[in-house]
């Protein structure tokens, strides 16, 4: 397999990579257990010591990375210098925190003394998305490394330039041969590596066919996993919601990332005393959005990733017209070269129609008029996604209780689901399993060992 950038807004391709052989791929796990029985006797001081300048290098570079990011995935320019400060932030927290977040719990039992230890576990896979190229990887490697452990990197195939960067990054830091690698390899590939004795985890973000495949081989072989699938999350609006906050808020939740977000606002859901109002107003700002190179300041909606993402979306929407649905706006491709993708928002959106219970990764939008609050949440509950979702409303009292009610991993209130170093991130149901970000990124691939000391007289 031949691994390519491929310019979304053009559709070229700009450079070539080749996968990595069967021998270079077993070399690199070596060299990944060898670094783990160093790194694990290592201080927490030193550790950071190497996030620190990860983070530094990061932002010294940002303009460079951000633009390799917008080249192999279309992200707008500005994102992508968003991006890269958001890792660097992540490395920067877990430098930060990490030692105090894993120093030892003690516990105070009838009988002895007792305390918990935290402890790494070994090489550890992380099967990356194209879609944060850094940021994805900044939240796995950087509680992991911390913890002691030691990580391979197998990335999406589109972005091979920023999966070497981020490799460069780290020997560029110093840090020991072995400590962070990236695998060139195929999707194909990853049963093989999942089933490696010598791979003692895996984190998965990604498709829901991929988290069952990956979730399935690594039970096999008795390793935990970590999934942060796809999402369909839904955007409440209320009646005594502020409406122009709403739809700024809705305009971004829907289109940040072009589109491509696993916890993008997707299913709008307004009750019915102020729905035309917000709808109308919503339509006219994705109307309003300026289509155009990534690269341009200009620009408010660049290209999907792939032209095969333009392809599958554009498919979608028309599968949910012939199914019912009706388009308010867009509908679709741009007529430019390019893998663009016009701002959509579908209505009458029943379900009954093949697409309902689908996520649409694009810029598309899906407008749902329900009576009252009980609704709304049913309406949003009714996905096998619960990732994240939001609840509009002035009251806050209110806003909890129904975020109480939702279904999901996360729920923000006045605001679309987002991320940041200090919040864990997560979600429930075919959303995937376990967290990443804050403190309980530090609780997944760790060994709680139980250190007991009995007294001379203990009875036991």
Known sequence: MTFQTTNPATNKVVKSFDEMTDVAVDKAIIKAADAFDEWKKTDYKLRAQLLYKVAGLLRAN????????TLEMGKLLTHAEGEIKLSAEIFDYYAKNAEGFLADKLLNPVHG????????????????????????????????????????????????????????????????????????????????????????????????????????????????SVLELGGSDAFIILEDADIDQAVEWAVVGRINNNGQCCVASKRFIAVESIADTFLEKFKNKLADLVVGDPMEAATHLGPLCTEAAAVKIADQVKRAVDGGAKILLGGKRVDREGAYMQATILTDVKPENPVFYEEFFGPVALFFKVKNEAEAIALANDS???????????????????ANQIDTGMVFINHPTWTQADLPFGGTKGSGYGREMAELGLDEFVNKKLIRISELSDPF
Request: net charge positive; glycine share 10%.
């Open 62 to 69: 940002k303009k460079e990375l951000a633009q390799m990011i």
């Open 113 to 224: 003394k007792a305390l918990i230890r935290y402890s790494p576990i070994g090489v550890l896979l992380g099967i990356q998305p194209w879609n944060f190229p850094f940021y994805q990887v900044a939240r796995f490697a950087a509680p992991n490394l911390m913890i002691g452990n030691t990580v391979l990197i197998k990335h999406a195939a589109n972005v091979p330039q920023c999966a070497i960067a981020i490799e460069e990054l780290f020997t560029e830091a110093g840090a020991p041969l072995g400590l962070y690698t990236n695998l060139l390899v195929s999707h194909q590939r990853i049963t093989e590596l999942v089933a490696d004795k010598r791979v003692k985890g895996v984190s998965l973000t990604g498709s829901e066919t991929a988290g069952a495949s990956v979730a399935a081989e690594a039970g096999k072989h008795i390793k935990k």
């Open 384 to 402: 096998p996604f619960g990732l994240g979702g939001s609840v509009f409303t002035q009251d806050i009292e209110r806003g909890k209780r129904i």
